[in-house]
């Protein structure tokens, strides 16, 4: 039926607005202004200055020509591509086989594993870089596997790449694995499909949006990623890198803003693909699946607990060197265990200080960035009226996630410290650094907030309404609580991040607010690696004891207060 | 004689307590409501009645202020309430998901509508365990909502949206989640509970019995529209429209053609039935299965046919007869026998039997058949 003549010439019914409708308008817009100020306006800044001169005035595709013209930069996207092509290549196969093992093979100690495999998201990705330097380097103990080929340049740059996403890909892979019908393998099984055309016809097609999810981003991990080649690439010049030193080392702004520009547009195509196919998987999956329970099967367990094992020791091996590294008095002459590399004060790079300065600046992202997060996704979810002012919020959540950290940092240099911006007292400051750094990692944390929201009943906000009960009231007494896990899982999320990032923070510091991990930086350029490695170390155990007490707190102390949840 | 009207006429002398006149809802394009009035009278209990999607939520959620109407007016005591969000309003409501806190136990569920409006300590609790008497959770005070069955979520619903004593109780299906017994025993406990407090109260159902058994009034709607307005006698009795007369208790829709006199052909039976039908009409006649009578009836009686019986069903306290009419163009009827007329009259399978349905029982709409 469609809408008569009659109604639509009739006098439409303005609804009036309550207090709570005035309170979430003015939060929806204070959230969308920040935003604004946090995402929009810098890379606007950045944009702009690609077109600019040094002096200010607009010349047009001038940069670009300059950038076309100098083989040293466009060389880098050629190698930036065959690099990240190489790496996610090899880390797919590798992630699913490892992901597959942990679902369909009934092979031991799967939670073990699952739990090695995770650790490189506990470091800066400096690290694997730094241990590849030791065990691959001018003195390393297995250079002889490198066939006289050097770990300094694109060897070195995949090889640490694959320890940096192996994780990311896992965890998407796992759930794409975890979450296939069973009932579609019993099919295949009972029609007499041999174990081949099985994994072509059902495993493969169950997975498919997973793999392609996986494979952008991967590839927009290894593109945007800085630390690895920094720290491994000797003279093989990659885009990310390339930024850093026009930036740094020459200081020209503008050539900075264009290899940004270069390395946004793989980005922001990678994050559409990836929208598009996680939109076709969640589609997929509305259906309810039966659970896939793998039956035991000697030979195959074997073979996956095998290849688990391998991948797990190259991981705990790449752990384990930086850890030994740091403790004994020169890899590989001098094996005697000391702190000396530990006594950070006595090295250049940023000391103890730097140390403490991550702690305060992940403690302050993860707190204020949960609080923002979660009432940005709050009146995305659950506020009805101002349609525009919630598309806006969506529209902007959902933007950091296509910026690489070099990028956004690059472009908050160029926003907060023009000197027209009234906001550019914020510039060398710790709250730079915990904003910068809120907005880098807001949209998973925003896409998690939302998920648990989702699980809410819909109708709490209307009963609270008809009860006359304030909205705000209700969000702090009912959905603050009830989404407990979530908001915790989301501020781990932001403090280990908080802890490891680099790259947007590079461009950000200023001499009392260094970082760790930028002291790791710092001190490998200086050629301090055992304390570069042990810098990389300290962030490396406050990341675990984090995800420590996390486990404790979800299992403990939350069970406990969440006693409702259970019959 | 519109359905506002109509109800009004049943209502001669009461002011309504809520009004509805010319509302309508569109969603984009379509049109879920269009031009509904309404009035509601105080202490009545008012069912909205419908099939799914015919837009009942949709005409709730309006009067809650909810999804406020595209246009048209909502007046509650006297006061146009038509552009006020729901904190504004005068209701409580029950919803099919309960929606209960499920990090609040009973109680707190229960008082949470009781807690911002200033009020002491000890009244608060006072009124709670008065609630909770009354719907007889006092045992479970202190439990959550998970540890309850749904029965007894469904009265906490129940409590905390009479807890602030308000004017109006809506309730969107609130018996649709629960299993068939609980459903019944519940029905009754809630009707109970509405005339002890006589709180006006609308219910949303899809369920006709249940409108039936526990409404006041029932408002029958149809794809956006009300139908009829009225009690379940008269709804029941009187359906106004062929879409009423199917959806509302079990029906026999036969189609047939208007003859002379009044009379409608359906096969070979010429069924008197009063009606103002131009001859040649398409016409349905519509016989619902207990007036169909076999009891002394003479083959030359007015309505009496010789019909077969078909297939017998025993349904607890009567017999769900199929009758078979006989002569060209026959024709099913379905008929409810008691159990003693079954017996004493030895009706069986194949037996040949006359049966005749008294005109006055017998409803004659114009057309082909009871959908539109
Ligand atoms: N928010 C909405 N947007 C679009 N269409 C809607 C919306 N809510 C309800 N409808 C449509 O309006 C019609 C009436 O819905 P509803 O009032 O929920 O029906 P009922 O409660 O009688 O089952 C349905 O066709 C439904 O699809
Ligand atoms: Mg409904």
């Known amino acids: 039926m469609t809408a008569p003549a009659a109604v639509a010439s009739m006098v439409r019914v303005r609804p009036r607005a309550s207090a ?41 595709l001038a940069n670009f020509r300059t950038y076309f013209s100098t083989p040293a930069l466009f060389d880098s996207i050629g190698n930036s591509v065959a690099v990240t092509l190489i790496t996610t290549g090899i880390a797919l196969p590798l992630a699913f086989l490892f992901a597959y093992g942990l679902t369909r093979t009934c092979m031991p100690a799967k939670s073990l594993f699952k739990g090695i495999a995770l650790i490189p998201i506990l470091m800066p990705s400096l690290l694997p870089g ?101 720290v491994i690439g000797g003279k093989y010049n990659v885009l990310a890198t390339d930024v850093y030193k026009q930036v740094i080392g020459r200081l020209d702004f503008e050539m900075g803003a264009v290899v940004s520009m270069i390395l946004l547009g793989p980005a ?51 752990l384990g060197v930086a850890a030994y590294a740091s403790w004994i008095k020169l890899w590989p002459y001098n ?23 991550s702690l305060v600046m992940s403690g302050s ?54 000197p027209n911006n009234p906001l550019n007292g914020l510039y060398h400051t710790m709250a730079i650094l915990v904003i910068n750094t809120v907005v880098h990692f807001y949209t998973v944390a925003h896409l998690t907030a939302v998920t648990a929201l989702k699980q809410l009943d819909s109708e709490f906000e209307s009963v609270s309404a008809s009860l006359k009960v304030p909205v705000y009231k209700t969000f702090w007494r009912v959905s603050v609580p009830v989404c407990a896990p979530a908001a915790l899982d989301i501020s781990m999320y932001l403090f280990v991040n908080a802890m490891t990032t680099v790259s947007a923070v590079v461009f950000l510091y200023a001499p009392h607010t260094a970082l760790a991990s930028v002291a790791v930086l710092n001190m490998d350029d200086a050629g301090e690696i055992a304390s570069a490695a042990a810098m990389g170390m300290m962030i490396v155990y406050t990341s675990a004891a984090v995800r420590g007490l996390h486990a404790l707190l979800t299992r403990g102390v939350l069970a406990r207060a969440q006693a409702w949840r259970h019959r | 004689m519109t359905a506002a009207e109509g109800s009004a006429a049943a209502q001669v002398g009461r002011t309504p307590y809520l009004s509805i006149r010319g509302l309508s809802k569109l969603f984009g394009e379509f049109a879920a409501l269009t031009d509904i009035s309404l009035d509601v009278y105080e202490g009545d209990f008012v069912c909205f009645l419908g099939p799914s999607g015919c837009g009942k939520t949709t005409l709730l959620r309006a009067i809650a202020g909810l999804d406020i109407q595209t246009a048209g007016s909502v007046v509650q005591a006297g006061r146009d309430i038509s552009r006020l969000p729901p904190s504004e309003r005068d209701f409580g409501i029950v919803f099919q998901s309960y929606a209960l806190f499920p990090n609040l136990t009973v109680t707190k569920n229960v008082a949470y509508g009781l807690d911002s409006r200033r009020g002491s300590r000890a009244e608060t609790a ?84 249940e ?162």
Request: aromatic share 10%; proline share 5%; net charge neutral.
């Open chain 2, 126 to 209: 006072r009124r709670v365990s008065e609630l909770l008497e009354l719907v007889g959770l006092v045992e479970h005070a202190d439990k959550y909502p998970a540890q309850l069955s749904g029965g007894q979520q469904q009265r906490v619903a129940l409590a905390r949206a009479l807890a602030t004593s308000p004017g109006l109780l809506l309730l969107d299906e609130p018996l649709s989640a629960l299993d068939a017994k609980v459903r019944v025993h519940l029905r009754h406990e809630i009707r109970t509970l509405q005339d002890k407090l006589g709180v006006t109260t609308i219910m949303v159902t899809h369920d006709q019995e």
């Open chain 1, 20 to 60: 709570d409708d005035r309170i979430l308008m003015l939060a929806t817009v204070l959230i969308v202004g920040a935003l604004l100020l946090g995402v929009a306006a810098p890379l606007y800044a950045l944009l702009a200055k690609g077109f600019q001169a040094a002096d200010g005035t607009f010349v047009g």
């Open chain 1, 365 to 418: 992202t993860a707190a204020l960035g949960t609080a923002i997060v979660f009432v940005g996704a709050y009146l995305v979810e659950k506020s009805r009226g101002f349609r525009p002012g919630r598309i806006a919020l969506q529209f902007l959540a959902m933007m950091p996630m296509a910026v690489p950290g070099l990028v956004l940092g690059l472009a908050y240099v160029f926003f907060f410290n023009a």
């Open chain 1, 335 to 357: 094996l005697s265990f000391t702190n000396y590399h530990y006594q950070f004060d006595l090295r250049d790079g940023g000391g103890w200080a730097s140390y403490r300065n």
């Open chain 1, 130 to 230: 730094i241990s590849l330097v030791y065990l691959f380097g001018t003195q390393g103990l297995a250079k002889g596997l490198l066939m006289g080929e050097s770990i300094y340049g694109p060897i070195g740059i995949v090889l640490g790449e694959l320890f940096y996403v192996f994780p990311h890909a896992l965890t998407i892979l796992l759930i794409a694995l975890a979450t296939s019908d069973a009932r579609l393998y019993e099919a295949a099984e009972s029609l007499g499909a041999s174990k081949t055309r099985i994994f072509l016809t059902v495993t493969l097609p169950g997975v498919r949006y997973g793999l392609i999810s996986a494979f952008f981003v991967v590839f927009t991990l290894v593109i945007t990623d800085f630390g690895v080649p920094k």
């Open chain 2, 211 to 372: 409108a039936l058994t526990m409404a006041d009034q029932i408002v029958v709607m149809n794809q956006g529209v009300v139908e009829q307005v009225g009690t379940p006698e008269d709804i029941y009795g009187h359906p106004a429209t062929p879409f009423i007369a199917d959806f509302v208790g079990s029906m026999n829709s036969l189609k047939g053609v208007a003859t002379q006199g009044g009379y409608v052909r359906v096969g070979a039976v010429e069924f008197a039935a009063g009606g103002t039908l131009r001859p040649g009409m398409a016409a349905t006649v519509c016989i619902r299965p207990e007036d169909v009578t076999v009891r002394g009836v003479a083959a030359s009686e007015t309505n009496a046919f010789p019909v077969r019986i078909g297939a017998i069903e025993f349904l607890g306290s009567f017999w769900r007869v199929t009758l078979r009419s006989e002569g060209n163009g026959g024709f099913e009827l379905l008929a409810d026998f008691s159990t003693n007329l079954v017996r004493d009259l030895d009706l069986r399978e194949g037996a040949r039997i006359v049966v005749a349905v008294p005109p006055e029982r017998i409803l004659v709409f114009a057309g082909g058949g009871p959908r539109p």
């Open chain 1, 268 to 318: 922001v195509l990678a994050f559409f693909a990836d929208r598009l196919a996680e939109r076709r998987q969640s589609a997929a999956l509305t259906a309810r699946a039966v659970p896939y329970e793998p039956k035991p099967k000697r030979g195959r367990d074997a073979a996956f607990f095998a290849f688990c094992v391998l991948v797990g020791l190259a991981i705990l091996t790449v």
